[in-house]
């Protein structure tokens, strides 16, 4: 498997574990009372959007050329990073 493959398989796994880690805590913010569920859902709605972000940078980075992708790697990471950043802050709200 090469470096690229070896790196978006990364990619996909951590994104996907990220998104199921937001569908478990979407159930337990569901069971707050109405006015927190409604800023939980607001950040979710936030966070999904970022996810959808993500997904999209993976989505590139898998259809670009071999003499792109490395350059994208680093835009990938930061794109990532943020994502999980806004998603640990948020978890930390609840």
Same mark, same amino acid.
């Given at each position: %498997?090469? &470096?690229?493959?070896?790196? @978006?398989? &990364?990619? &996909?796994? +951590? !994104?996907?574990?990220?998104? #199921?880690?937001?569908?478990? @805590? +979407?159930?337990? #913010?569901?069971? #707050?009372?109405?006015?927190?569920?409604?800023?939980?859902?607001?950040?979710?709605?936030?966070?999904?959007? +970022?996810?959808?972000?993500? @997904?999209?940078? !993976?989505?590139? !980075?898998?259809?670009?050329?071999?003499?792109?992708?490395?350059? %994208?790697?680093?835009?990938?990471?930061? @794109?990532?990073?943020?994502?999980?950043?806004?998603?640990?802050?948020?978890?930390? +709200? !609840?």
């Amino acid at each position: %498997m090469s &470096k690229r493959d070896l790196y @978006v398989d &990364k990619m &996909k796994t +951590q !994104l996907d574990e990220l998104n #199921a880690r937001m569908d478990r @805590v +979407q159930a337990k #913010a569901s069971e #707050a009372k109405a006015d927190a569920r409604a800023a939980y859902d607001e950040e979710m709605g936030k966070l999904r959007a +970022q996810s959808k972000i993500a @997904v999209g940078k !993976l989505e590139e !980075l898998k259809a670009s050329s071999e003499s792109t992708w490395e350059a %994208m790697v680093a835009e990938m990471d930061k @794109v990532r990073d943020a994502f999980t950043h806004s998603f640990r802050y948020f978890k930390s +709200q !609840l």
